[in-house]
């Protein structure tokens, strides 16, 4: 018989290695066993405590799930106060910060600083006792926060242990609570199918995640934290920030990535204009750079002033969202036809980008917004996304502000436009009769990712079309080197380029000249999967909607927008001279109905109602998928059943697709 010193000692070893292996796979992206290994562990160890339910501990890796909901938030005071940052916004902002510094140190000349990237999350306080996490609290207004331990124990890169030996008694941890961007895409691809209100942006979703009272809610949300500092501690735990920042990663936290050591003004300036051009290649936004004072004990001599310390400043990007007014509105028409109200701003730089266009997106937008011309607007623009109004600056409105009409006929080519039931765009009917339509289906035609027509431009398009020298895609194919050499800024070495690259397209896939075409709603992923399933152009023009159907990724009004489609005479004809100027491509390897699944990776955990582990397994390899153990990045779905195990977790941090049991038996 085991006594209860035999569970005890099995317990505190399984949590241990868990620890390790959470820190391993969370923290360095290191694992050193496997999923299946892991959950082995992870369920002897909930076996026992289910056992010996007087065995459970706080920091035991069982208790990352959540706990009851709370009724309120309970007041925390901070023991040191969590100071907010004071802003640089440029390069004087900089130097004069520098200035200041330099003037209250006497041996000013070797100030060191250290440059982190500043991410944009909430700032939170978490208290270690004997290495042992007791306490997470949020800034609050930096004297008292707001418990947040029960929420902040479900993140996975929140050791609810440190993992070395040697630590102070107690030690405060200071940093960010974030959402990776990849998380945040998946959370709000899962928020507006169950048509609810996504989330605006990943600070805004960290926020709502962390101040959940049903920290349940708070664990299947993909939350991560970066470590950047340290509060209160019972010993001295390091002479310079950056031996902290080393300290904090050997107890098992992620720190700022890509901090550096640098010496005056000027190499925080060369820092921060690496760190715009990086940017956009991080998986979390980040708002600008910290600038701190390297030394701890000149951090001390500095102190503060109000609430921010002197020895650190924020030099924020470029902000993202600036005023500026609406002086007109245009409609543009695209390729299918459809009116895009377009606002005319004054021009401003937003994130350093002259802007002086913005999408409305339609008329119910625009009602939404109460958007009118005159109005002094908030323009938006995050990352390469086009620019847009965010919002009207009701304060500001003026007297005389002008409504924005709905067209009743196209600006373009004045045919009367038509109200699509069930949409709320309005569309010109004018198709290719429509200059502007034929302009931007012909640059969709050549555009990259579909035939790729090198040196076919935009302008270029505009001359060709305005001077009815083309009229459709076909057209391109009978445009002479004389006729192009003749046009205007046309030299004849760049005409003879444009022959060749025309020449040079011919030789194309199937998929790509199906993308091509321009079919409404059939992006470059259906268009490979039309012609991996048919395999040939003549089988996908003559596929009945319930042909249609039986290819992946089509539903009933993708197979409806082709159809119609390949039903128009019209672009039957554009077809038939497409293909007699020789546009050809290789055959396509088939792919049937039965491997509709093929490449796709899939990991199961928990149990189905509706059949065993093995007839999943065999259903699922029947449509080619493959089946794996463990879940990774390169796992495309997690079927989850009743009571899943840890890998349903990891397939929460990573943003791995989870499909329940009804949304798994709808694959067959
Ligand atoms: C962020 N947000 O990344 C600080 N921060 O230091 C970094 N914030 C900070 N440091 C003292 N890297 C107060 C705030």
Redesign the pocket.
Known sequence: MKSLIDFFERVEKLREQLNVHNYRYYVLDDPSITDAEYDRLFHELLDLEELHPELKTSDSPTQRVGAAPLAEFQPVPHSIS????SNVFDFNELQAFDKRIKDRIKNANSIEYIC??????L?ISLRYEQGVLVQAATRGDGQTGENVTDNCRTIKTIPLKLINHNIPNILEV?G?VYMPLSGFTKLNEFILEKNEKPFANPRNAAAGSLRQLDSKITAIRPLAF?A??IGETSEVIAETHSEVLKRLSSLGFCV?PGYQIVQGAQFCQDYYEQLIQKRHTFDYE?DGM?I?INSLALQIELGFISRS?RW?T?YKFPAAEVTTIVESVDFQVGRTGALTPVARLKPVSVAGVIVSNATLHNMDEIARKDIRIGDTVIVRRAGDVIPEVARVVLECRQHNTKTIESPTHCPICQSAVEKIEGESAIRCPGGLHCSAQCKEMIRHFASRKAMDIEGLGDKLIEQLVDKSLIKTAADLFQLSFNRLASLERMAEKSAKNIIDSLEKSKNTSLNRFIFSLGIRDVGETTALSLAQYFGDLTAIMQATTEDLLAVNDVGPIVAENIRAFFDDSHNQQVIRELLAANIHWPAMPQKSAENKLSGKTFVLTGTLSSMSREEAKEKLQALGAKLSESVSKKTNYVVAGEEPGSKLQKAQTLGVSILGEIEFLKLF
Do not use: C, N, W
């Open positions: 969590m100071l907010s940052l982190e990237p500043k991410l944009d999350g700032a200071r960010e970066f950047y500092g700022s980040i910290v701190k310390p650190a924020a």
